[in-house]
């Protein structure tokens, strides 16, 4: 089997994130979820969610699916990256991403969730698409959608082709040799502790040379920006005009007037350039001049992180197999 599914920006002017329609339950419920290799519950709001809490989100009601089932005892919790939170109970249920279906995958049932995700409207929950080992329920872990569906796979792997203002495609069980040019470079990943954990071959910053010391950092679709290295930082915004790194605004920002470099990274002898385009993420406020960068430091957070912003960049072959490999092509 096989599966192919929209990855649809949630705000046509800047990519904040993307949702993807799924289908839950008999008959079934569509809801729009937010596709996280970073993470691996998958979460929805839900029936048990307080409508204090949902603002325009659609919800999964397992009362009304003739194949649901509660899930006896089992809870979870999970933080993400910034702080927001979700916690719940668990119901298994048919599942389908873009024609593909999974009989009985775990769905984690919001009872709580944090503002962020409140006011997030085009959010119905997320996809986690990190390895299982990271989920949280309790007290037996569950499988991820892409655990579960495996087995029926042609090939043990899933494709994020994500683009910039406009929607891409996550494919299951196939590489469609249509969304790529040229050969695509397969690099090792550790699984442990479950992120999608690669080195990257160096950088370079426009047309500068390029400096071949190794990145090791996680391809996380659920993050919107870069997150490297200080030193790669502040290499980059030397080259911008008016750039500085801000307290207020809790990264690097800059006039949007400025001309911004292309950032280049490396994935084993192959280099993959993020436009200059794509290294303005956002207005700090709605229609103020000044910008947030794409590429921001990770020194607070403890792990680098490959968004959006460079996914974006790239064709990426979420490889599956044992051991487990990322892909990267140019598109
Ligand atoms: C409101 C909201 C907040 C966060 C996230 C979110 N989704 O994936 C991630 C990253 C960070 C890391 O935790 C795993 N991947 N963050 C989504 C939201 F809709």
Request: with cysteine; proline share 6%; hydrophobic share 35%.
């Amino acid at each position: 089997d096989t599966g192919s599914a929209a990855a649809v920006p949630i705000d046509p002017r800047f990519d904040i994130a993307y949702v993807t329609p799924v289908t839950i339950g008999t008959p079934p419920q569509t809801l729009q979820l937010d596709f996280d290799t970073g993470s691996s519950d998958l979460w929805v709001f839900s029936s048990h969610t307080p409508t204090s809490q949902i603002r325009g989100q659609e919800i999964y009601t397992p009362d009304k699916s003739t194949t649901s089932k509660l899930l006896d005892g089992h809870t979870w919790s999970i933080t993400y990256g910034d702080g927001s939170a979700s916690r719940g109970n668990v119901y298994t249920d048919n599942f389908t991403v873009g024609g593909l279906a999974v009989a009985s995958q775990a769905i984690q049932c919001a009872q709580q969730v944090s503002s962020s995700f409140t006011t997030e409207e085009s959010i119905d929950g997320l996809l986690g698409l990190g390895f299982s080992t990271l989920n949280t329920v309790n007290p037996a872990s569950q499988l991820t959608f892409f655990d579960n569906a495996k087995s029926k796979l042609g090939s043990p792997v899933f494709t994020a082709d994500l683009k910039n203002k406009q929607a891409g495609t996550y494919d299951f069980g196939f590489i469609d040799k249509a969304k790529y040019t040229g050969e695509i470079t397969y690099v090792p990943v550790n699984p442990d502790p479950g992120y999608w954990t690669f080195t990257s071959s160096g950088y370079a910053v426009g047309s500068g040379n390029f400096s071949g010391s190794p990145i090791t950092g996680i391809a996380d679709t659920g993050t919107s920006l870069v997150y490297l290295p200080t030193a790669i930082v502040t290499a980059y915004y030397r080259q911008v005009q008016g750039a500085t790194n801000s307290r207020n605004y809790g990264g690097y920002v800059f006039p949007c007037s400025a001309t911004l470099p292309p950032f280049t990274f490396g994935v084993g002898e192959t280099k993959f350039t993020i436009p200059a385009s794509y290294m303005s993420y956002a207005p700090v406020t709605d229609g103020s001049s000044t910008c947030f960068g794409g590429l921001q430091s990770s020194s607070g957070i403890g792990v680098n992180i490959w968004g959006d912003v460079a996914l974006k960049a790239a064709f990426v072959v979420f490889n599956g197999a044992n051991p487990p490999t990322l892909g990267w092509a140019t598109k």
